[in-house]
Nanobody
Framework: EVQLVESGGGLVQAGGSLRLSCAAS????????IGWFRQAPGKEREAVSC????????HYADSVKGRFTISTDDAKNTVYLQMNSLKPEDTAVYYC?????????????WGKGTLVTVSS
């Protein structure tokens, strides 16, 4: 059974930093693209970042480029999202997502989410 368990969300002031973690299990980590979506109150889900070791690429939403960094620890089957220079508009529930081989707009597997709140 695929499981994605997020942690690291919380309340932070604008300009601050947070690091999200996602522990993955139930699949071969190297075979999957893994990343993060987010959903702000009253808005649609948005792809934030994704990394595919299978094809060797990394994606970021324009809104987070230069501020967020995705990384993986293959030995721990864990993906991280380092978020710097946070803005109130980054407030959202952040979901860890995974999909076989490729990053996709319709990722197959989703965690339960972790809430990030950025105060102004």
């Amino acid at each position: 059974e695929v499981q994605l368990v997020e942690s690291g969300g919380g309340l932070v002031q604008a300009g601050g930093s947070l690091r999200l973690s996602c522990a993955a299990s139930g699949f071969t980590f190297d075979d999957y693209a893994i990343g993060w979506f987010r959903q702000a109150p009253g808005k649609e889900r948005e792809a934030v970042s994704c990394v595919s070791s299978h094809v060797g690429n990394t994606h970021y939403a324009d809104s987070v480029k230069g501020r967020f960094t995705i990384s993986t620890d293959d030995a721990k089957n864990t993906v991280y999202l380092q978020m710097n220079s946070l803005k109130p508009e980054d407030t959202a529930v952040y979901y860890c997502v995974a999909h076989l081989y490729y990053c996709s707009d319709n990722m197959a597997y989703w965690g339960k989410g972790t809430l990030v709140t950025v105060s102004s």
